[in-house]
Antibody, heavy 114, light 106 residues
């Protein structure tokens, strides 16, 4: 059974950094591109970026470039999203997903507030 | 960036009613994908490559379209179909999502 489980969310101060994790199981992680998507409360889905199976290439939505960094550790079956200089607009539920969006995690909430 | 505009934003349908949701792209795309999201849950892939139902999706759902105009149709609305539906394209980078159509049961 394919499973993706995000963690690392919570309440964070504006300007701080935060690293989200997505631990996967049930498939060969190192074979797949992976993606991050976010959803602000009551709003739609927003693509953040994606990473190649070997971690050598990442692509980001233009609005996400610079403050978000996607990485992975294939030995640990884990995908990461490093968020820096967070703002109130980054308050959202963050989802990891397989490349074709056929599998999603349950999401992790990040709240940016002082 | 390709902008996807979904209509209507919200609608309500009665059980048994035929429902059509529309997604228009600001530029031509090769395929459209659709996701269903219920409140408090993760999105689910619903229709991929314009017209293919994802695993487990009832056959009352169908997708069609080409170029800049795509649609998702429910032949006969059921209570369990109440959800928000998002279209999405990745023909052009960056991949983008529509803003969603919230479908309610009357």
């Amino acid at each position: 059974e394919v499973k993706l489980v995000e963690s690392g969310g919570g309440l964070v101060l504006p300007g701080a950094s935060l690293k989200l994790s997505c631990i996967v199981s049930g498939f060969t992680f190192s074979d797949y591109w992976m993606r991050w998507v976010r959803q602000a409360p009551g709003k739609g889905l927003e693509f953040i970026g994606e990473i190649k199976p070997d971690g050598s290439k990442t692509n980001y939505a233009p609005s996400m470039k610079g403050r978000f960094t996607i990485s992975r550790d294939n030995a640990k079956n884990t995908l990461y999203l490093q968020m820096s200089s967070v703002r109130s607009e980054d308050t959202a539920t963050y989802y990891c997903a397989l490349y074709y969006f056929d599998y999603w995690g349950q999401g992790v909430m990040v709240t940016v507030s002082s | 960036e390709i902008v996807l505009t979904q209509s209507p934003t919200t609608m309500a349908a009665s059980p048994g009613e035929k429902v059509t949701l529309t997604c228009r792209a600001s530029s031509s795309v090769s395929y459209m994908h659709w996701y269903q999201q219920k409140s408090g849950a993760s999105p689910k892939l619903w229709i991929y490559d314009t017209s293919n139902r994802a695993s487990g999706v009832p056959n009352r759902f169908s997708g069609s379209g080409s170029g800049t105009s795509y649609s998702l149709t429910i032949s006969s609305m059921e209570t369990e179909d109440a959800a928000t539906y998002y279209c999405q394209q990745w023909s052009s980078n960056p991949l983008t999502f529509g803003s969603g159509t919230k479908l309610e049961i009357k």
